[in-house]
C-alpha cells in the first residue's frame, strides 16, 4: 500500500532543472485485427513512443486477452533521468475485432544540484569580527527508498489522470494496482 500524501510530500520537496512530462491516454474499441498493426504504428509515431514499447502493445493481437505492465526508471546523478510508466490491456471480443486501452507516461527530468553553504568564522585574538560563507553545489542523488517515493508518485499520478480521462475503462487497467 503506497502512502499517496507523505511520499506526494517527499516528491514536492526536489527541485528540478528539466522536467518534461508526456501522458497518452488512448481506449479504441472495435479494431479490425487486420488493421491492429497499422493502428499501433500510427499511435507510436505520432506519440513518439519508443520502438520496444510498440512491440509490447503490438503482442495484445496474439492472445485472446493480454495485461501488459512495463516500469522503467533511469536515474544518473547529475545528468538526464527518465520514468516511463505504460499499461496496456487489448481483448479480442471476436475472431476479427479487438479492443485497445493504453496508458503511457513519461517523465525526462534532471534534479537540480544541492547548494551547500559552508560559514567559517574569523577571529582575531579570540575576538569574532566576521564570517566568510563559500556556496558549492554537489549533484543529488537519489536513495533506494527515495527512488521508490519517486517511481510510486508518479505511477499514481499517470493512473489517476487515466482514470479521469477513461472511467469506463479504468477496471481493465486498474487491476494490479
Not at 48 to 53: F, I, R
Amino acid at each position: 500500500v503506497v502512502s499517496t500524501q507523505s511520499t506526494g510530500e517527499q516528491v514536492r520537496g526536489l527541485t528540478f532543472d528539466k522536467f518534461e512530462e508526456k501522458f497518452l491516454s488512448q481506449v479504441m474499441e472495435g479494431i479490425n485485427l487486420y488493421d491492429f498493426e497499422k493502428v499501433v504504428e500510427r499511435l507510436a509515431n505520432r506519440h513518439s513512443l519508443p520502438a520496444d514499447k510498440k512491440e509490447e502493445i503490438l503482442d495484445g493481437q496474439y492472445a485472446a486477452k493480454n495485461y501488459l505492465v512495463s516500469k522503467e526508471f533511469v536515474f544518473n546523478v547529475g545528468q538526464d533521468s527518465q520514468l516511463v510508466y505504460m499499461k496496456v490491456a487489448t481483448i479480442k471480443t471476436s475472431d476479427s475485432k479487438i479492443d485497445l486501452a493504453l496508458m503511457y507516461y513519461r517523465l525526462d527530468f534532471k534534479l537540480a544540484p544541492m547548494k551547500i553553504e559552508t560559514r567559517r568564522k574569523k577571529r582575531f585574538l579570540g575576538i569574532k569580527t566576521g564570517t566568510r560563507t563559500s556556496i558549492h553545489y554537489e549533484p543529488r542523488n537519489l536513495s533506494e527508498k527515495d527512488q521508490d517515493c519517486f517511481t510510486n508518485f508518479f505511477r499514481y499520478k499517470a493512473l489517476k489522470g487515466f482514470l479521469l480521462e477513461n472511467p469506463a475503462a479504468g477496471n481493465q487497467l486498474t487491476q494490479g494496482l
